[in-house]
């Protein structure tokens, strides 16, 4: 795979005497925290309960996430009301509204929330918010699986801005009671250009307690944004679908990169796209497993890009506990509801 060294140089690739061919591994990269205890979720509840086992949504953006876990017994649907009644269903890592509990309560389904604490957290303060009567803008794309849950939390305050181009369109109904809240998986730099235009037509708009952007779409956006100061070209492997993915593909072009693209797994690179390209850029998005990403560098060193340097501006540490649903007898809960 590569000879890996731990002190990547800083010499740029177009001026490196040798042209040695050089991969930059950006770290952090791939599985979040949240990520990984949604996808633990699904596997365990299929090994303690056994199959099937239904998910709403893809659990993660990932396509061979999702088809791993459908071989292993995971049943993926659009909606609630696709469950049969009485049997389990998981919410996925983006969180869902409060209609989509009460659908699965009606359903006489037995959940397993696998919601990432740190959407949960946006939601919370969502809820907080519209109880003291603020008008809530939500930055975020619309359609995207988190927007619709947290939105779904307080539909009457919230408004969704769709980046800083959007700004102009938004009404509120008092300018002095204004906050704003965002989608976790955004672009750091854009998120702050869109709340700086809301800025300069709500001076008084309030901040959340803490930034919502998640820690992992900052480390992963703090790394790439290094990488590209000497990377010619960067692969950034994720799914389309995935919002953090393509958030580090615009971010590495934007910091340097000469150009740049997402791909699902090694399968997808186009050799033309690295003739003349002697430092390669390399990154995934949080929720891509190590094993799509050894099968780039496989690639890569395979046609000459054998030298490996790690680029690591910051550590990650954080975990996060299961779901409190995995310690129950969710299968003997679904019974008792079906027959009760």
Not at 304 to 317: M, T
């Amino acid at each position: 795979m590569g000879r890996m060294s731990a002190t990547p140089s800083r010499q740029s690739a177009t001026d490196a005497p040798d042209e040695r061919r050089r991969v930059l591994l950006a770290a952090p990269r791939g599985y979040c925290a949240g990520v990984d205890r949604a996808v633990i979720a699904v596997e365990q509840a299929l090994e303690q309960y056994g199959a099937p086992v239904y998910v709403r949504h893809e659990i993660v953006h990932n396509k061979y996430v999702v088809k791993t876990l459908e071989k292993k017994g995971a049943i993926f649907v659009e909606e609630t009301g696709e469950v049969p009644e009485g049997e389990i269903v998981i919410f996925s890592a983006h969180g869902v509204a409060p209609e989509v509990h009460k659908e699965a309560e009606r359903g006489k389904l037995a959940t397993i929330d696998a919601t990432c604490p740190l959407v949960t957290k946006v939601h919370k303060e969502a809820v907080r918010f519209a109880k003291e009567d603020y008008d809530i803008l939500l930055i975020g794309h619309e359609g995207h699986e988190e927007v619709i849950g947290t939105s779904g939390e307080a539909p009457e305050h919230i408004t969704l801005v769709d980046g800083p181009d959007d700004v102009e369109n938004v009404e509120v109904r008092d300018p002095e009671k204004v906050v704003w809240l965002s989608q976790t998986t955004l672009s750091v730099d854009e998120t702050m250009e869109t709340v700086d235009a809301l800025k300069g037509r709500y001076p008084n708009l309030l901040s959340p307690p803490s930034d919502d952007i998640c820690y992992a779409t900052q480390n992963r956006q703090t790394a790439i944004k290094q990488v590209a100061r000497d990377a010619d070209f960067v692969l950034v492997v994720g799914s389309r679908n995935s919002s953090n993915s393509v958030r580090l593909v615009e971010t590495a072009i934007a910091h340097g990169a000469r150009d740049g693209r997402l791909i699902d797994n090694a399968d997808e690179i186009d050799e033309a796209w690295l003739e003349g390209v002697t430092t390669v850029g390399l990154s995934s998005g949080a929720s891509v497993p190590d094993v799509l990403v050894d099968g780039v560098l496989e690639w890569l060193s395979e046609r000459g890009w054998e030298d490996v340097e790690l680029v690591q501006p910051v550590e990650e540490r954080m975990q996060f506990s299961l779901p409190k649903e995995l310690r129950r007898d969710l299968r003997a809960e679904a019974a008792a509801r079906r027959t009760g």
